[in-house]
């Protein structure tokens, strides 16, 4: 999918980067100061998020879920698990899916279903109980997805800025995340960029 000119670069985009990758590898380094901070920054964005940001940010997922194809080769079922702004792509697919966000000021503007305020280090799902788990430009929380997500799931990393994202890691670091919190279980992904953005797609192998 090609990307149009005036990109745009977000401050600060550097530090996020370095913190999400530590994140990812060493979930325990996540602690209650980060999720306050992100909380206050994100509800402070959020009056102007949909209009500064909502046009771009469809068209990685957009692409994952046509290009990537994690549905036409992978059989799921139950919830399934996703951000609110993806949340009307997300029904076109699947049915139900509940939005989770960080900041009561971002969930005020979600439209659609199941909303949940909670921090992803700790989501409020039971084990095994997601078919999905759709992360976008947020951190990566690796042990959480590992225990929520069911065992033919399959993961949905989005990144609407692609490498110029503020919690983009590359595929490999996610991959890396996810077998060292799956107890070393082997991970396959497909990745690819769209617009300014880019996706990746991971499920475990099949034993």
Request: proline share 7%.
């Amino acid at each position: 999918m090609p990307a149009a000119g005036g990109k745009p670069r977000r401050a600060g985009a550097e530090d996020n980067q370095r913190l999400a990758e530590r994140v990812a590898l060493s979930p325990q380094s996540w602690d209650q100061g980060q999720s306050r901070a992100m909380t206050a920054r994100s509800d402070q964005l959020a009056p102007d998020w949909d209009g500064d940001r909502g046009g771009y940010r469809p068209a990685p997922l957009a692409d994952a879920l046509g290009t990537g194809r994690p549905l036409a080769r992978w059989a799921v079922r139950g919830d399934r698990l996703g951000h609110r702004a993806a949340h009307p792509l997300l029904t076109a697919v699947w049915d139900p899916v509940m939005s989770v966000d960080l900041a009561h000021q971002m969930l005020l503007r979600a439209r659609h279903g199941l909303r949940v305020q909670a921090d992803a280090s700790r989501l409020p799902v039971s084990d095994q109980a997601a078919a999905a788990v759709t992360i976008g430009d947020a951190p990566l929380f690796a042990d959480e997805v590992v225990r929520v997500l069911a065992g033919d799931g399959v993961v949905l990393w989005i990144n609407a800025l692609g490498r110029d994202a503020p919690f983009y890691v590359s595929t490999d670091v996610l991959v890396s995340a996810l077998r060292s919190a799956s107890a070393g279980a082997r991970w396959d992904a497909v990745d690819s960029e769209a617009s300014w953005g880019s996706w990746a797609v991971p499920r475990r192998c099949r034993p």
